[in-house]
T-cell receptor
Framework: GAGVSQSPRYKVAKRGQDVALRCDPISGHVSLFWYQQALGQGPEFLTYFQNEAQLDKSGLPSDRFFAERPEGSVSTLKIQRTQQEDSAVYLC??????????????FGQGTRLTVV | GDSVTQMEGPVTLSEEAFLTINCTYTATGYPSLFWYVQYPGEGLQLLLKATKADDKGSNKGFEATYRKETTSFHLEKGSVQVSDSAVYFCALGVSQGNLIFGKGTKLSVKP
């Protein structure tokens, strides 16, 4: 596709509800990242995929967070039993090759999650 | 651990003013450094980058030089425009490719 696409753009969830956030990376991009951006803060790394392999999930804040990319393209970030502190913008980014420190990442517009 | 500290905003300037947004970093090794920009209603976009010491990244009139001795990557532009109004993020690229971001600096340029 033309860019990284995320859906939904906005999600309101009641506390305790499960949510699923979708990311469509740029076609052919090997690397995919998820970030969490709290209000007034910079994005914080959650997890990294190289094709379908989840190589780093060290940034996931709790075991309620789960991400997958089963066919090496579309990825889903799932949050179980949402809490108010999960309210944030969730950003997806992809890059063409195997990610290295200098690789440019292309970001989607994000999903704004509000837990009430 | 690795971290980025950038100048807090908001920053308000008049059109054609000189812009500096300070960014310093702490890192092991020799990371790549980036400036990303987020225009209202849009996603993060790469503005410029530098991959080694003394490199200068530049784009759209913006510049930043990777200074290893001062662990800095300050963003500058000689003459800002209203269209430069956005949030600017300094970021450090770690070895596996993910980014560590600063908190962002909101720039408003008045005509």
């Amino acid at each position: 596709g033309a860019g990284v696409s995320q859906s939904p753009r906005y999600k309101v969830a009641k506390r305790g509800q499960d949510v699923a956030l979708r990311c469509d990376p740029i076609s052919g991009h090997v690397s995919l990242f998820w970030y969490q951006q709290a209000l007034g803060q910079g994005p914080e790394f959650l997890t990294y995929f190289q094709n379908e392999a989840q190589l780093d999930k060290s940034g996931l804040p709790s075991d309620r967070f789960f991400a997958e990319r089963p066919e090496g393209s579309v990825s889903t970030l799932k949050i179980q039993r949402t809490q108010q502190e999960d309210s944030a913008v969730y950003l997806c980014a992809s890059s063409l090759g195997v990610a290295r420190g200098g690789t440019e990442a292309f970001f989607g517009q994000g999903t704004r999650l509000t837990v009430v | 651990g690795d971290s980025v500290t950038q100048m807090e905003g908001p920053v308000t300037l008049s059109e054609e003013a000189f812009l500096t947004i300070n960014c310093t970093y702490t890192a092991t090794g020799y990371p790549s450094l980036f400036w990303y920009v987020q225009y209202p209603g849009e996603g993060l976009q790469l503005l410029l980058k530098a991959t080694k010491a003394d490199d200068k990244g530049s784009n759209k009139g913006f510049e930043a030089t990777y200074r290893k001795e001062t662990t800095s990557f300050h963003l500058e532009k000689g003459s800002v425009q209203v269209s430069d109004s956005a949030v600017y993020f300094c970021a450090l690229g770690v070895s596996q490719g993910n980014l560590i971001f600063g908190k962002g600096t909101k720039l408003s340029v008045k005509p």
